[in-house]
């Protein structure tokens, strides 16, 4: 089930403010207009002070009213302690375009998470997982493309992908190929473990590769959003869009929550896949050692082994020889798959000489 934080497709729009912010503007309108016997100082409407500033560590925007407004573009965290800019659940955000409100707001948020939350604990394994991925980043961030890319930082080329909607050949193939100790943004944001909002493609955070092919698919602003499982990057989602997305401050948060529900589910439905798995090759064990121990043929057993085979291991081809000392020959007594383009070769294609191919 989609999930939809608010409604329409389509270019960005502030929502309706609830009724008791309606209330406060409207007495903040009231008080401005008071007659001149009002102090000046009443008359103004309040700005944050700049104590309050910097210990939320954002700046008042003159032109919102005083309301604390992200600054930072993918900025380093030495950065962000200078300028103001405030991170949101250890995220990196861009300025909002001229403080634009929040299209998710504090109830909307809990609600978004809980009915994915939902979904995703009806979720069928790791594919219907990531199908309710490329759904809700539709739904919930209006992405115009969207990347699921697996993390495994013991590989040099950390990064598969998982599921993608949109995502032209060229992006996938060059994400494919980056070394885990490349500067990719999104590499970063793995090694970071924090979101991280690029507005302008043209922000230095993006390499020169990844700008020429993001111009090239017609893509204004990313966002890269690692899925982090009890602390380790399991995933990178990457929404894409096709024009400037100014992202607020709880959208960002949203995405933050978002990618570890994410990695939670996916998380956990590898480790009941994996202990089913152990499971059903301890079952496939005792079968085969109930099978053997009432075979008493060379032939019976090796067919017992492949019959068997397929429930332990993952594999395209078995063989089953019978090592003969007296002859310096592994003689074939039992095979399943494809051997040198045939499925049924000879015995003697198949024989090998002890010390020699396989057994070298």
Not at 184 to 208: C, E, N
Request: glycine fraction near 8%; proline fraction near 8%.
């Amino acid at each position: 089930m989609a999930l939809a934080a608010r409604p329409g497709v389509g270019p960005v729009a502030a929502p309706s403010p609830n009724p008791a912010r309606a209330r406060s503007h409207a007495r903040a309108g009231a008080e401005a207009a008071a007659p001149s016997s009002a102090s000046p100082t009443s008359a103004r409407p309040s700005r944050a002070k700049p104590s309050e500033a910097k210990a939320s560590g954002a700046q008042p925007s003159p032109g919102n009213g005083g309301v604390p407004t992200p600054r930072s573009l993918g900025e380093p965290v030495a950065a962000r302690s200078l300028n103001g800019s405030a991170p949101i659940g250890g995220a990196y955000t861009e300025p909002a375009l001229g403080g634009r409100e929040s299209h998710v707001g504090d109830a909307a948020t809990t609600d978004a998470l809980r009915r994915l939350a939902a979904d995703l604990s009806r979720a069928d394994g790791v594919q219907e997982i990531l199908d309710e991925v490329l759904d809700n980043s539709v739904e919930l961030f209006h992405a115009d493309r969207v990347a699921v890319w697996f993390n495994d930082p013991a590989h040099e080329r950390p990064l598969e992908l998982a599921a993608a909607r949109a995502l032209p050949i060229e992006i996938q193939e060059t994400v494919s190929r980056l070394s885990r100790d490349h500067e990719a943004a999104g590499l970063r944001a793995l090694r970071l473990g924090t979101v991280l909002v690029f507005r302008d493609i043209h922000d230095p955070g993006i390499t020169d590769e990844m700008r020429a092919q993001y111009v090239e698919a017609g893509v204004a602003s990313v966002c890269f959003v690692p899925a982090m499982f009890r602390g380790d990057p399991l995933a990178l989602i990457v929404l894409y869009h096709h024009r400037p997305y100014a992202w607020s401050l709880e959208e960002v948060a949203l995405a933050r929550s978002f990618g570890d529900s994410i990695a939670t589910a996916i998380g956990n439905t590898r480790l009941v896949e994996s202990v089913e798995g152990l499971a059903a090759r301890l079952r496939a064990v005792q079968e085969l050692s109930a099978r053997l121990s009432s075979l008493q043929d060379l032939r019976g057993i090796g067919e017992a082994i492949v019959s068997e085979a397929h429930a332990l291991i993952t594999c395209d081809t078995i063989r089953v020889y019978r090592v003969d000392h007296e002859t310096g020959w592994c003689e074939p007594i039992a095979f399943q798959g494809v051997f040198l383009g045939t499925p049924n070769p000879s015995p003697a294609q198949l024989r090998v000489r002890i010390g020699s191919g396989l057994t070298g």
